[in-house]
């Protein structure tokens, strides 16, 4: 069955680093997703990706974030300076899109626990 | 805006015994609501899904019915196992009006269900 992969599982960088977190969608989805979730906290919308532009982004998706899909496999998430606060899981998702607006389920990959010291 | 509410966990229940896990939404359009399951250490996987009111949805001996009167989508199971020990989401998404189907989350009930 096909599914979302994401690397690295564990990233750990140094304060003000810049970390690229790497996803692979499924093959055929067309719209892709980030979140994250900060431990023991729910999971928070970031982005989500379309037709190669950004299709909305949430107030945490600040100019700290860029998403990029640099070879019609990949799915990147970056973070250009990173904080303490940015530490938490970041999960990738895909889907097909929407029919009659009726949202297609998203797939998520099993996530990339980014600790920033 | 939209969101989602469940209750706090965490539910500790014995083995076959009945779970119910409520969820409440506040939505300003129509949304499609989900449930996923979070097994330690792994990823979210859909549990199942509703795309409008009345719809039942079911998946390993779990069900909720989307109640658009009482704007809830609460989770079921008759006779809970210990593999079924996990976190739940509730969620919701709105796939028109340009969104593009993002998710808004609760918080999350941790199960655990003891031998």
């Known amino acids: 069955e096909p599914e979302v992969t994401q690397t690295p599982s564990h990233q750990v960088t140094q304060m003000g680093q810049e970390v690229i977190l790497r996803c692979v969608p499924i093959s055929n989805h067309l719209y892709f997703y980030w979140y994250r979730q900060i431990l023991g906290q729910k999971v928070e919308f970031l982005v989500s990706f379309y037709n190669n532009e950004i299709s909305e982004k949430s107030e945490i998706f600040d100019d700290q974030f860029s998403v990029e899909r640099p070879d019609g496999s990949n799915f990147t998430l970056k973070i250009r300076s990173t904080k303490l606060e940015d530490s938490a899981m970041y999960f990738c998702a895909s889907s097909l899109g929407s029919s009659w607006g009726r949202p297609y389920e998203q797939y998520f990959g099993p996530g990339t626990r980014l600790t920033v010291t | 805006g939209n969101s989602v509410t469940q209750m706090e966990g965490p539910v500790t229940l014995s083995e076959e015994a009945f779970l119910t896990i409520n969820c409440t939404y506040t939505a300003t359009g129509y949304p499609s609501l989900f449930w996923y399951v979070q097994y330690p250490g792994e990823g979210l996987q859909l549990l199942l899904k509703?795309?409008?009111?009345?719809d039942k949805g079911s998946n390993k001996g779990f069900e909720a019915t989307y109640r658009k009167e009482t704007t809830s989508f609460h989770l079921e199971k008759g006779s809970v196992q210990v593999s079924d020990s996990a976190v739940y989401f509730c969620?919701?998404?709105?796939?028109?009006?340009?969104?593009?189907?993002?998710?808004?989350f609760g918080k999350g009930t941790k199960l655990s269900v003891k031998p």
């Open positions: 969620a919701l998404s709105e796939g028109y009006g340009g969104s593009q189907g993002n998710l808004i």
């Open positions: 509703a795309t409008k009111a009345d």
